[in-house]
């Protein structure tokens, strides 16, 4: 009897522009219908990602691969103005298609219109506030005044303890107004040096829970407010990366990974590294991550709670009276983190909550 090996052909990665055109394609016409507020939020999201790493460069975008949303823009104006309430996905969508090469002057009209309504002054956060002030300033409009919204942003960036602690809202907000503040790396943020522990404290958070997508957040982050991530963070970033699995499927569920392969290779872009290789077609694509093979953050918090009074803010203490109580592969992942990342010790202080029931 012979042995038949099967042979399995790599699947061709096609050129940047075609790849690019691809995912426009399939997020602009194949996940979700317009009406659907996620169409909006998805769309929003790759637009303003192809837009922040120049991929009109490095992608050769032009207005071929936006062909998709050119029945979104000619009616974005009509949209905004029986949907005000989505001021902000809409206005980024047409300031992103715009700079990403689609003929047309809308977004400038529809940022005086919004700046003329009452939408962004009545937005409850100070992050939604400041994100309607960054779109409007795209195109050189004001929004309402407001002194002190930068300094209260980066204030509350400015507290590294409410980042020791897992809270993945206030993590992203973290990330967000960093993003708002640098105008997505085109400026300094101007944070101060508890802002940029307050990155560190939360990357660390994200890499023990081996949350690829708001570690990939928090490096974007470092990288626009002047920082290099972490070495450890950035390889473990690529590795994942490389790891997704795109499927093609016309009928497939989209609660998907979808954000996070999108952040991911954004963080690849910024890295220096060649984005979202990876054979993609202009159908209904899913994004799937790999599985995650521990969860290092939960186990650390389950031998913390356990030791209550025993407790120490001290890693090296720490680390003696938990060596049995953990995996072998979380103590390792703990002392690869305290080597190679910054702030660990401060960290770990906040993260044990020593003299805590």
């Not at 503040?181 to 944070?191: A, K, W």
Request: charged share 25%; glycine share 8%; with cysteine.
């Amino acid at each position: 009897m012979s042995n038949v090996i099967a042979l399995h052909p790599v699947p061709r990665i096609a050129d940047p522009d075609t790849r690019i055109a691809a995912l426009i394609a399939c997020f602009a016409q194949h996940r979700r219908s317009e009406e659907d507020v996620f169409w909006l939020k998805e769309n929003a999201e790759l637009l303003n990602i192809l837009d922040c790493t120049g991929a009109a460069a490095w992608a050769g975008i032009g207005p071929r691969a936006l062909l998709p949303h050119v029945e979104f823009y000619a009616s974005a104006e009509a949209r905004l103005a029986f949907f005000p309430q989505y001021y902000r996905f809409l206005l980024s969508m047409v300031l992103d298609l715009e700079d990403l090469g689609m003929p047309g002057e809308t977004g400038a009209r529809m940022a005086q219109s919004i700046a003329a309504s009452a939408a962004p002054g009545a937005e409850l956060s100070d992050l939604q506030r400041m994100e309607a002030r960054r779109l409007l300033a795209r195109r050189g409009v004001s929004g309402p005044a407001d002194l002190g919204l930068e300094d209260r942003l980066r204030g509350f960036c400015a507290r590294p303890g409410i980042f020791a602690l897992p809270n993945k809202k206030a993590a992203y907000e973290l990330t967000h107004i960093v993003f708002y503040l640098s105008e997505y790396g085109r400026r300094d943020p101007r944070l101060e040096a508890e802002a940029l522990t307050s990155l560190h404290f939360a990357g660390n958070l994200a890499f023990l829970e081996q949350n690829s997508d708001l570690l990939a957040e928090v490096c974007i982050a470092l990288r626009y407010a002047g920082e290099l991530p972490p070495p450890l963070w950035t390889g473990w970033l690529s590795r994942e990366t490389q790891l997704f699995h795109v499927e093609t499927d016309p009928q497939g569920p989209l609660q998907d990974g979808y954000h996070d392969f999108l952040v991911c290779n954004w963080q690849l872009a910024l890295a220096g590294e060649e984005p979202f290789r990876t054979p993609l077609e202009s159908g209904r694509m899913r994004f799937d991550r790999s599985p995650r093979r521990m969860a290092p953050l939960r186990e650390l918090s389950r031998a913390l709670f356990t030791m209550k009074g025993r407790r120490s803010a001290d890693w090296a203490v720490m680390r003696r009276r938990m060596e049995g109580a953990l995996p072998p592969g979380v103590i390792d992942l703990l002392d690869l983190m305290a080597r190679e990342t910054a702030h660990f010790d401060a960290f770990f202080e906040g993260f044990a909550r020593a003299g805590r029931a």
